[in-house]
């Protein structure tokens, strides 16, 4: 291990494929590494080794990093994110990359996020899952393989208290953490249904 260079006062912490984002003091964000398409956030699509600022972004309380995207909850539950935007990962109801925080369109009451290899997620009110982004294998949840520019409705699902995504798939725990339910690419049985059938609409994982 080697120490971040200048960090303090971190709270939160998430890794993309080749950056890395922290919360720090007042909910503002830094980042580093590799900056491509703007993931750093900071206006520039300039590679950094040491952090730096993402631009004008204050009151984080949660963050998630795709493979070259970033997303923050901030104040009043809106969600914020920057990088790549080829599938509208971004949320903004456009497919253009931002190297600055744009706001995902009508996204409010958001309590938790995640991040896919092209895909987010948020937890929004009623435990109900938006997501947004890439839509190939069904990961939105949706019913569909569309992608979405902006937030979709989980199919039927309520009452989710943690989420996270991996490469095509995203689970949720739900039902006061009694079940915890998968959608999306299922290839290699990540959807935990006991099968390897790709699935657009949540499923419940089958315990032993």
């Known amino acids: 291990p080697v120490a971040v260079t200048g960090l303090t006062g971190a709270t939160a912490i998430t890794a993309g494929e080749l950056h890395t984002c922290a919360i720090v003091a007042g909910g503002a964000v830094d980042c580093w590494g590799y900056n491509g398409y703007g993931q750093l956030g900071d206006g520039t699509t300039t590679d950094s080794s040491t952090p730096v600022a993402v631009t004008g972004l204050t009151g984080a309380t949660a963050i998630a990093a795709g493979a070259v995207h970033t997303c923050a909850i901030v104040a009043g539950g809106g969600v914020d994110c920057w990088g790549l935007n080829f599938w509208g990962q971004l949320g903004d109801g456009t497919t253009t990359d931002s190297s600055t925080p744009v ?29 947004w982004g890439y839509n190939g294998y069904g990961q939105l949840g949706d019913g569909t393989t569309t992608d979405s520019s902006s937030p979709v409705a989980g199919t039927g699902l309520t009452g989710a208290t943690a989420i996270t995504a991996g490469y095509g798939h995203t689970c949720a725990i739900v039902a006061g953490g009694a079940s915890v339910d998968c959608w999306g690419y299922n290839a290699n049985a990540q959807l935990g249904d006991g099968t390897n059938t790709d699935s657009s609409t949540p499923v419940a994982v089958t315990w032993p």
Do not use: P, R, W
């Open 103 to 131: 706001a995902v369109t009508g996204l409010t009451g958001a309590s938790a996020i995640a991040g896919g290899y092209g895909h987010t997620c948020a937890i929004v009110a009623g435990g109900a899952a938006d997501c």
